[in-house]
Structures are given as structure tokens and as C-alpha cells.
């Protein structure tokens, strides 16, 4: 069992940055692997990027390539998402999952945090 909690959403202006950070308590943390997907009003969750248990592979989907940066602090138990050149499109509730099998499905969820980027 693991529980997560993410933080750093808010309203920022296309173009600019922010840096979510999600908290994990629970069993061991660098056994899981870890992702964050998102879900915009009136759309499905999507995901956006994930990162293997020792931060050794990354993967991410083509629209935010280039663009954000997942990372995780085994010592601090907490994984983030940077992202910067933020648009609109990318407003959305975020949230950040893991998963203890690394072909598996995620699991465990946290509780969302709002990004909401303005024109």
C-alpha cells in the first residue's frame, strides 16, 4: 500500500512553469514505479509521463515531450513533474499514480491537483 499526495498546481500564464511534487508514504517507495496523467473537463484521464524505480527510464507522451520533465528523489520519497512552456491545452487536473509490477497497471492514485494555464 502506498499513499500519495500531490502539490504545485495552480494558475499561471502560457508560457510559463510549474513544478508538481507528489509525496508518497507507505511501503517502500523506490519499489514502485511512479506516473502523472491528467484529466481536462469533459475529456478521459490521459497519461502525460512515467519514470522506472530508480529514475532510470523515462517516458513520455508526444504532446508534452520536450516540454515537461518527471524526476524522483528516492530519499525524499516524492516525485515531480516540471513543466515549463505551459498552454492552454495542458489545463487540467493532474495526478500521480504507481505501480508495484513495471508492466503492470498503476494502482495507486493520489487525489489530484489543478493546473489551469491562461491565454
Known amino acids: 500500500q502506498v499513499q500519495l499526495v500531490e502539490s504545485g498546481g495552480g494558475l499561471v500564464q502560457a508560457g510559463g512553469s510549474l513544478r508538481l511534487s507528489c509525496a508518497a508514504s507507505g511501503r517502500t517507495f523506490s519499489s514502485f514505479g511512479l506516473g502523472w496523467f491528467r484529466q481536462a473537463p469533459g475529456k478521459e484521464r490521459e497519461f502525460v509521463a512515467r519514470?522506472?524505480?530508480?529514475?532510470?527510464?523515462?517516458y513520455y507522451a508526444d504532446s508534452v515531450k520536450g516540454r515537461f520533465t518527471i524526476s524522483r528523489d528516492n530519499a525524499k520519497n516524492t516525485v515531480y513533474l516540471q513543466m515549463n512552456s505551459l498552454k492552454p491545452e495542458d489545463t487540467a487536473v493532474y495526478y500521480c499514480a504507481a505501480r508495484g509490477d513495471p508492466m503492470g497497471s498503476f494502482d495507486y492514485w493520489g487525489q489530484g491537483t489543478q493546473v489551469t494555464v491562461s491565454s
Open positions: 519514470i522506472s524505480r530508480m529514475g532510470v527510464y523515462t
